[in-house]
Structure formats: C-alpha cells, structure tokens
C-alpha cells in the first residue's frame, strides 16, 4: 500500500484506543514515529500541551526532532522554558526557526508594530511562512491540539488530514483535558513557562498574548481586542 501522504489519504487511517493512562497518545507517537520515521517533525509552541507531548515524544523518540517557530518577540519565560526542556532531554533536537525577515527588515519592508495593525500579514511572515519551510521536508507533522480547547477543534482525530500544508497532522492529545494536562506535568515535575502561573493559559509571542480571566475559553488572551482567534497554522 502506498505511504499515507495528504495526496494517498484515505478514510480507514488507524485510529487507536484511548483507554490508556495516556489517553491514546503514547500508542499514536509510537505508530507515527515507526510508519514515518525521521520523516515527522513535532512544531511546538512550548506551551503547556507541548511540555506533555515532549515528555511522551522522548519516551518513544528520544532523538525527535522539535520545531519551535522563533518569531524574535516571544517572551523570555518562553526561551526559558525551552532552555529547561533542552536540558531535561539532552536528546531531542530542538530547532529554533526564524523567519526570513528579521524584525528591523520586517520594519523596512511593512512598518513597525506590524502585529498591530497586520496580524494575519505578522503571522504569515513569522510564522506560517517558516513553518511551510520547515514541512516541505517531510510528509507529516505533530501537533498538541485538544478538542476541548475550542469548537473548531472538536472534531481533531489522531490522523487528520491537513489541508493547509498538505500534509498528515498527527494529534495525540485529542481526548485529554486541561485538569489532565496539568496533572500530567505535576506527577512528573516537569519543567513548563512560569507566565503559566502569572494568568496565561495559553501563550504565543508577546505583543499578541495577555492573560485571560475566562477560564471557559483559554485561547481568550490571544489577540485580545481583535476579530483573530488562530496563527493560521490549523484549520481546525
Ligand atoms: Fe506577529 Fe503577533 Fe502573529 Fe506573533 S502572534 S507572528 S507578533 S501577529
């Protein structure tokens, strides 16, 4: 049977069970890492969700190759934690990936405070752009969505089918919770972005991210003030 690729996908993907103390995702990275092999690469935002799925990754890949987007205006907690993550897994590769305008050239090109006035633009160039490079070479990617985060990501499966990069979006924490993820990290004390615990549940580059009070909607720090909810990295 040909290699599943957004081009070969079919419906009857394999799903797993997720009755497991990991919800299904050990059994999901396990699959994902044998059929693709260095063919899979983990874009994580180090956010809370992406500290759970490193810890899982490293047990079934500890050499995975990690893709943090490097926008240049992250907060410092951010690199931080990243520093942290390095050295608890001394394996993975984490790869810093900035985009190819650098914030003055971005400045030059587009104003300044682009994020301000452009978001979506902000976002295609620092984000999507690199992000679109990094996925040219392979044929599937990791990501820690979870369908309790929002509506429209209620219907993730563990193998999805992306149409925005066409590629196969692979999603191991689909069934698990905020109170799981948590708990998760506490058992195994790892380390994770101390703006966690300043009010920010979700966290993405600074001049776009505040801490949000609405404990219903965790992304609502994102954007705040502005029609956007998503970088543009999923579509759902
Ligand atoms: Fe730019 Fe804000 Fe998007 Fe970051 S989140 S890339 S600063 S618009």
């Known amino acids: 049977m040909a290699k599943l690729t957004h081009e070969t996908w079919t419906d009857e993907v394999p799903t797993f069970a997720h009755d497991d103390e990991t919800k299904g995702a050990l059994a999901t990275l396990k699959w994902a890492y044998d059929y693709y092999g260095d063919s899979i ?24 190759r990690i893709v943090f987007l490097d926008t240049g205006v992250h907060f410092q907690e951010t690199y931080d934690v990243i520093d942290k993550i390095q050295e608890r897994f001394p394996d993975l590769n984490i790869e810093m990936k900035k985009p190819s305008l650098n914030l003055e050239q971005q400045a ?48 993730t499966n563990f193998i999805n089918k992306d149409n925005r990069f ?17 708990r998760y990290v506490y058992k195994h004390d790892l380390p994770y972005n101390e703006l966690h615990d300043k009010g920010y549940p979700s966290i993405g580059c600074a001049p776009c991210t505040a801490p949000a009070y609405n404990m219903d909607d965790l992304r609502s720090g994102r954007w705040t003030g502005n029609q956007k909810v998503e970088c543009g990295l999923h579509e759902s």
């Open 41 to 64: 690469v983990y874009a994580c935002s180090f956010g809370i969700e992406g500290i759970v799925l490193i810890d899982l990754i490293a047990k079934v890949n500890p050499k995975a």
């Open 108 to 155: 030059e090109q587009y104003g300044d405070k682009l994020w301000e006035r452009e978001p979506n633009q902000c976002c295609y160039i620092r984000k999507i752009l690199p992000l679109e490079q990094t996925l040219s070479e392979v044929d599937a990617w990791i990501s820690g969505l979870r369908r309790d985060q929002s509506e429209t990501r209620k219907n």
């Open 166 to 182: 066409n590629k196969i979006k692979v999603c191991p924490l689909i069934h698990w919770t905020w109170k799981e993820i948590w």
